[in-house]
T-cell receptor, first 116, second 115 residues
Framework: GAGVSQSPSNKVTEKGKDVELRCDPI?????LYWYRQSLGQGLEFLIY????????KSGLPSDRFSAERTGGSVSTLTIQRTQQEDSAVYLC??????????????FGPGTRLTVT | AQSVAQPEDQVNVAEGNPLTVKCTYS??????LFWYVQYPNRGLQFLLK??????LVKGSYGFEAEFNKSQTSFHLKKPSALVSDSALYFC?????????????FGAGTRLFVKA
Protein backbone atom coordinates (compact mmCIF):
# COMPACT_ATOMS: atom_id res chain seq x y z
CA GLY A 1 0.00 0.00 0.00
CA ALA A 2 0.91 3.66 -0.15
CA GLY A 3 3.41 4.96 2.34
CA VAL A 4 3.74 8.36 3.95
CA SER A 5 4.01 11.09 1.34
CA GLN A 6 5.33 14.61 1.73
CA SER A 7 5.24 17.64 -0.51
CA PRO A 8 7.09 19.45 -1.80
CA SER A 9 10.23 17.34 -1.89
CA ASN A 10 12.35 20.47 -2.11
CA LYS A 11 11.57 24.06 -1.19
CA VAL A 12 13.80 27.08 -1.61
CA THR A 13 12.53 30.26 -0.04
CA GLU A 14 13.79 33.68 0.83
CA LYS A 15 14.40 34.70 4.40
CA GLY A 16 11.27 36.22 5.90
CA LYS A 17 8.80 34.31 3.73
CA ASP A 18 6.25 31.82 5.07
CA VAL A 19 6.30 28.17 3.95
CA GLU A 20 3.85 25.30 4.24
CA LEU A 21 4.93 21.67 4.24
CA ARG A 22 2.41 18.91 3.70
CA CYS A 23 2.23 15.35 4.98
CA ASP A 24 -0.15 12.57 3.95
CA PRO A 25 0.05 9.73 6.49
CA ILE A 26 -0.67 6.07 5.89
CA UNK A 27 -4.40 5.44 5.85
CA UNK A 28 -5.61 4.24 9.23
CA UNK A 29 -2.68 5.64 11.17
CA UNK A 30 -3.98 7.84 13.94
CA UNK A 31 -0.62 9.13 15.17
CA LEU A 32 1.35 11.65 13.10
CA TYR A 33 4.74 13.17 13.90
CA TRP A 34 6.92 15.96 12.57
CA TYR A 35 10.71 15.96 12.97
CA ARG A 36 13.53 18.16 11.75
CA GLN A 37 16.86 16.73 10.60
CA SER A 38 19.67 19.22 10.18
CA LEU A 39 22.77 18.35 8.19
CA GLY A 40 24.87 15.86 10.09
CA GLN A 41 22.54 15.83 13.06
CA GLY A 42 19.90 13.57 14.46
CA LEU A 43 16.17 13.91 14.47
CA GLU A 44 14.67 16.76 16.45
CA PHE A 45 11.09 16.14 17.56
CA LEU A 46 8.76 18.98 16.68
CA ILE A 47 5.15 17.95 17.25
CA TYR A 48 2.85 14.96 17.19
CA UNK A 49 -0.87 14.36 16.82
CA UNK A 50 -2.76 11.38 18.20
CA UNK A 51 -6.37 10.97 17.15
CA UNK A 52 -8.57 13.72 18.50
CA UNK A 53 -6.30 14.53 21.44
CA UNK A 54 -4.59 17.87 21.76
CA UNK A 55 -1.26 17.78 19.92
CA UNK A 56 2.02 17.65 21.81
CA LYS A 57 3.73 20.84 20.66
CA SER A 58 6.59 20.66 23.13
CA GLY A 59 9.24 20.36 20.44
CA LEU A 60 8.36 23.39 18.35
CA PRO A 61 11.43 25.66 18.47
CA SER A 62 9.59 28.97 18.34
CA ASP A 63 6.17 30.50 17.84
CA ARG A 64 7.01 30.86 14.15
CA PHE A 65 6.32 27.15 13.84
CA SER A 66 2.81 25.73 13.86
CA ALA A 67 1.08 22.61 12.60
CA GLU A 68 -2.41 21.39 12.08
CA ARG A 69 -4.02 18.14 11.14
CA THR A 70 -7.31 18.29 9.36
CA GLY A 71 -9.87 15.50 9.64
CA GLY A 72 -7.42 13.28 11.42
CA SER A 73 -5.44 12.74 8.23
CA VAL A 74 -3.39 15.28 6.28
CA SER A 75 -1.09 17.56 8.26
CA THR A 76 0.50 20.89 7.39
CA LEU A 77 3.58 22.31 9.09
CA THR A 78 3.81 26.08 8.69
CA ILE A 79 6.94 28.13 9.28
CA GLN A 80 6.39 31.87 9.35
CA ARG A 81 9.06 34.48 8.66
CA THR A 82 11.62 31.83 7.79
CA GLN A 83 15.19 32.21 8.98
CA GLN A 84 18.35 30.65 7.59
CA GLU A 85 18.62 28.39 10.63
CA ASP A 86 15.31 26.82 9.61
CA SER A 87 17.10 25.16 6.66
CA ALA A 88 16.84 21.42 7.22
CA VAL A 89 15.02 18.31 6.10
CA TYR A 90 11.56 18.12 7.63
CA LEU A 91 10.37 14.57 8.15
CA CYS A 92 6.84 13.38 8.74
CA UNK A 93 5.99 9.97 10.18
CA UNK A 94 2.82 8.12 11.08
CA UNK A 95 1.97 5.11 13.17
CA UNK A 96 -0.92 3.16 14.53
CA UNK A 97 -2.25 4.64 17.72
CA UNK A 98 -4.60 3.63 20.46
CA UNK A 99 -3.70 2.96 24.05
CA UNK A 100 -0.46 1.15 23.31
CA UNK A 101 2.46 3.36 22.39
CA UNK A 102 4.57 0.47 21.13
CA UNK A 103 3.98 0.97 17.43
CA UNK A 104 6.84 1.81 15.12
CA UNK A 105 6.80 4.88 12.93
CA UNK A 106 6.73 4.98 9.15
CA PHE A 107 8.58 7.92 7.67
CA GLY A 108 8.01 9.96 4.57
CA PRO A 109 10.82 10.96 2.21
CA GLY A 110 11.07 14.42 3.75
CA THR A 111 10.97 17.99 2.51
CA ARG A 112 14.34 19.68 2.09
CA LEU A 113 13.90 23.34 3.02
CA THR A 114 16.54 25.86 2.06
CA VAL A 115 16.21 29.43 3.26
CA THR A 116 18.36 31.88 1.31
CA ALA B 1 16.37 14.96 31.45
CA GLN B 2 15.43 12.08 29.20
CA SER B 3 18.03 11.33 26.58
CA VAL B 4 19.44 8.80 24.16
CA ALA B 5 23.15 8.48 23.51
CA GLN B 6 24.87 6.91 20.54
CA PRO B 7 28.50 7.31 21.62
CA GLU B 8 30.04 6.59 18.22
CA ASP B 9 29.56 9.00 15.33
CA GLN B 10 30.94 6.37 12.97
CA VAL B 11 31.63 2.63 13.01
CA ASN B 12 33.90 0.98 10.45
CA VAL B 13 33.65 -2.77 9.86
CA ALA B 14 35.03 -5.14 7.27
CA GLU B 15 32.51 -7.15 5.30
CA GLY B 16 31.85 -10.50 6.93
CA ASN B 17 32.82 -9.32 10.38
CA PRO B 18 30.32 -8.83 13.21
CA LEU B 19 29.11 -5.32 13.86
CA THR B 20 27.81 -3.52 16.91
CA VAL B 21 26.24 -0.07 17.03
CA LYS B 22 25.87 1.16 20.58
CA CYS B 23 22.94 2.90 22.25
CA THR B 24 22.33 3.87 25.84
CA TYR B 25 19.42 5.78 27.27
CA SER B 26 18.46 7.77 30.30
CA UNK B 27 14.73 7.34 30.82
CA UNK B 28 12.92 6.37 33.97
CA UNK B 29 10.74 3.30 33.93
CA UNK B 30 10.62 0.73 31.18
CA UNK B 31 10.69 2.51 27.83
CA UNK B 32 9.97 1.15 24.40
CA LEU B 33 13.16 0.96 22.34
CA PHE B 34 13.57 1.17 18.58
CA TRP B 35 16.22 1.09 15.87
CA TYR B 36 15.77 2.82 12.54
CA VAL B 37 18.04 2.92 9.49
CA GLN B 38 18.48 5.63 6.88
CA TYR B 39 20.06 4.47 3.63
CA PRO B 40 21.60 7.09 1.33
CA ASN B 41 18.94 9.10 -0.49
CA ARG B 42 16.19 7.08 1.14
CA GLY B 43 13.82 7.63 4.02
CA LEU B 44 14.10 6.29 7.54
CA GLN B 45 13.03 2.67 7.90
CA PHE B 46 12.09 0.72 10.98
CA LEU B 47 14.48 -2.14 11.86
CA LEU B 48 13.33 -3.59 15.16
CA LYS B 49 11.89 -2.80 18.55
CA UNK B 50 11.88 -3.98 22.13
CA UNK B 51 8.63 -3.78 24.03
CA UNK B 52 8.80 -6.55 26.62
CA UNK B 53 9.86 -10.15 26.99
CA UNK B 54 13.04 -11.71 25.58
CA UNK B 55 15.97 -9.32 25.82
CA LEU B 56 17.23 -10.30 22.37
CA VAL B 57 15.01 -9.07 19.58
CA LYS B 58 15.43 -9.84 15.91
CA GLY B 59 14.57 -7.52 13.08
CA SER B 60 14.91 -6.88 9.39
CA TYR B 61 17.97 -7.67 7.24
CA GLY B 62 19.50 -10.01 9.84
CA PHE B 63 19.87 -7.36 12.52
CA GLU B 64 19.24 -8.00 16.18
CA ALA B 65 19.46 -5.95 19.35
CA GLU B 66 20.01 -6.79 22.97
CA PHE B 67 18.19 -4.98 25.73
CA ASN B 68 20.13 -4.67 28.97
CA LYS B 69 18.07 -3.08 31.71
CA SER B 70 20.85 -2.78 34.27
CA GLN B 71 23.11 -0.99 31.79
CA THR B 72 20.20 0.88 30.15
CA SER B 73 21.53 -0.14 26.76
CA PHE B 74 20.05 -1.40 23.52
CA HIS B 75 22.97 -2.20 21.22
CA LEU B 76 22.33 -3.14 17.60
CA LYS B 77 24.19 -6.17 16.29
CA LYS B 78 24.67 -8.27 13.20
CA PRO B 79 26.80 -11.42 13.03
CA SER B 80 28.17 -10.78 9.53
CA ALA B 81 28.19 -7.31 7.99
CA LEU B 82 27.43 -6.60 4.34
CA VAL B 83 28.58 -3.64 2.27
CA SER B 84 24.91 -2.88 1.72
CA ASP B 85 24.50 -2.34 5.47
CA SER B 86 26.38 0.93 5.14
CA ALA B 87 23.91 3.57 6.33
CA LEU B 88 22.97 5.90 9.16
CA TYR B 89 21.47 4.16 12.17
CA PHE B 90 19.27 5.79 14.79
CA CYS B 91 18.34 4.50 18.21
CA UNK B 92 15.03 5.79 19.57
CA UNK B 93 13.29 5.64 22.91
CA UNK B 94 9.68 6.18 23.78
CA UNK B 95 9.28 6.89 27.49
CA UNK B 96 6.53 4.92 29.18
CA UNK B 97 3.56 6.28 30.97
CA UNK B 98 3.77 9.66 29.34
CA UNK B 99 0.30 9.35 27.98
CA UNK B 100 1.58 9.92 24.52
CA UNK B 101 3.81 8.90 21.70
CA UNK B 102 6.72 11.29 21.95
CA UNK B 103 9.91 9.60 20.76
CA UNK B 104 13.46 10.65 21.54
CA PHE B 105 16.04 9.88 18.85
CA GLY B 106 19.78 9.54 19.24
CA ALA B 107 22.13 11.59 17.08
CA GLY B 108 22.78 8.66 14.78
CA THR B 109 25.77 6.44 14.00
CA ARG B 110 27.14 6.15 10.50
CA LEU B 111 28.15 2.59 9.63
CA PHE B 112 30.73 1.97 6.93
CA VAL B 113 31.24 -1.61 5.78
CA LYS B 114 34.32 -2.12 3.62
CA ALA B 115 34.56 -4.89 1.09
Amino acid sequence: GAGVSQSPSNKVTEKGKDVELRCDPISGHTALYWYRQSLGQGLEFLIYFQGNSAPDKSGLPSDRFSAERTGGSVSTLTIQRTQQEDSAVYLCASSLGGLAASYEQYFGPGTRLTVT
Amino acid sequence: AQSVAQPEDQVNVAEGNPLTVKCTYSVSGNPYLFWYVQYPNRGLQFLLKYITGDNLVKGSYGFEAEFNKSQTSFHLKKPSALVSDSALYFCAVRPPNTGGFKTIFGAGTRLFVKA
